[in-house]
T-cell receptor, first 113, second 114 residues
Framework: DGGITQSPKYLFRKEGQNVTLSCEQN?????MYWYRQDPGQGLRLIYY???????QKGDIAEGYSVSREKKESFPLTVTSAQKNPTAFYLC????????????FGNGTRLTVT | GENVEQHPSTLSVQEGDSAVIKCTYS??????FPWYKQELGKRPQLIID?????GEKKDQRIAVTLNKTAKHFSLHITETQPEDSAVYFC?????????????FGKGTLLTVNP
């Protein structure tokens, strides 16, 4: 079953801890993206990667970091510097950087207390 | 950067009626406008998209129209069914530039009442 896998579905952390969200795709897509979804705020872009070993900041990158060491994987780290980390995080991919037809994962709901 | 405004934020219709969701964008260079549907607890899925070289696109009961001059585009759903109930997001992008990213609207919660 091809697609994007995000794990875990629910994640709980204490304030001050870094946490890494997993995103794996077996679609052989070049580009990958991380979005944050808050109620009434739509989808806001955190980071995106057009190709392996390259990534760019999106609109709300502060307090987040990513890596793209493998084509299939694009993990997102939510650091203690992120002031409001509790949110629903969506990973997405597209076949290439110029194609904006996004395929989304099922998301990870992160709760920080 | 691009700014996308979406209205209304909530929309309730009776089964069989039509639903219209409208979006405006700020960047005149934007040329790609997709719509995503997100059912409760599920991932967003692309349902239809339009590029700036066409004014209208249809796919069965859904259609999208684009007015480049006014910088707005709309999603039209006809003969609505309960399974159309979801949050719908519009988005815009300048896919010809070096920044390959979508800017999303805040979403419209559509409820279709049986």
């Amino acid at each position: 079953d091809g697609g994007i896998t995000q794990s875990p579905k629910y994640l709980f952390r204490k304030e001050g801890q870094n946490v890494t969200l997993s995103c794996e795709q077996n679609l052989n897509h070049d580009a990958m993206y991380w979005y944050r979804q808050d109620p009434g705020q739509g989808l806001r872009l955190i980071y995106y990667s057009q190709i392996v070993n390259d990534f760019q900041k999106g609109d709300i990158a502060e307090g987040y970091s990513v890596s793209r060491e493998k084509k299939e994987s694009f993990p997102l780290t939510v650091t203690s510097a992120q002031k409001n980390p509790t949110a629903f995080y969506l990973c997405a991919s597209s076949i290439r950087a110029g194609s904006l037809s996004l395929h989304f994962g099922n998301g990870t709901r992160l709760t920080v207390t | 950067g691009e700014n996308v405004e979406q209205h209304p934020s909530t929309l309730s219709v009776q089964e069989g009626d039509s639903a219209v969701i409208k979006c405006t964008y700020s960047d005149s260079a934007s040329n790609y406008f997709p719509w995503y549907k997100q059912e409760l607890g599920k991932r967003p899925q692309l349902i239809i998209d339009i590029r700036s070289n066409v004014g209208e696109k249809k796919d069965q009961r859904i259609a999208v129209t684009l007015n480049k001059t006014a910088k707005h585009f709309s999603l039209h759903i006809t003969e609505t069914q309960p399974e159309d109930s979801a949050v719908y997001f519009c988005a815009a992008s300048n896919s010809g530039g070096s920044n390959y990213k979508l800017t999303f609207g805040k979403g419209t919660l559509l409820t279709v009442n049986p």
